[in-house]
Nanobody
Framework: QVQLVESGGGLVQPGGSLRISCAAS????????IGWFREVPGKEREGVSC????????NYAESVNGRFTISRDSATNTVYLQMNNLKPEDTAVYYC???????????????????WGQGTQVTVSS
């Protein structure tokens, strides 16, 4: 059974850092591309970053480019999102999503992904 479990969310002060994780299981040999999305009440879920199945391709939303870094550990099937210089507007529930495809790329569009985690809350506040 495919499962995605996010962890690492919490409360951090503006300018601080946080690393959230997405542990993927149940994919067998079909290593998925992983995307990170975030959602705040009243707004649509937006794409933040994604990483291809090999890890060679990554994409970032303009709002986080230069502050967030996505990476993956193939040995543990875990994808990380390192978030630096956090701002109050980064406050959201962060979700990871997975897509198995032969294409070694990724897109930050909700419609492309097949499986979703339950989300982890990130709050940036003083």
């Amino acid at each position: 059974q495919v499962q995605l479990v996010e962890s690492g969310g919490g409360l951090v002060q503006p300018g601080g850092s946080l690393r959230i994780s997405c542990a993927a299981s149940g994919f067998a040999a079909n290593i998925p591309a992983i995307g990170w999305f975030r959602e705040v009440p009243g707004k649509e879920r937006e794409g933040v970053s994604c990483i291809s199945r090999s890890g060679r391709t990554t994409n970032y939303a303009e709002s986080v480019n230069g502050r967030f870094t996505i990476s993956r550990d193939s040995a543990t099937n875990t994808v990380y999102l390192q978030m630096n210089n956090l701002k109050p507007e980064d406050t959201a529930v962060y979700y990871c999503a997975a897509k198995t495809d032969t294409w070694d790329g990724c897109v930050s569009q909700r419609w492309w992904y097949d499986n979703w985690g339950q989300g982890t809350q990130v709050t940036v506040s003083s």
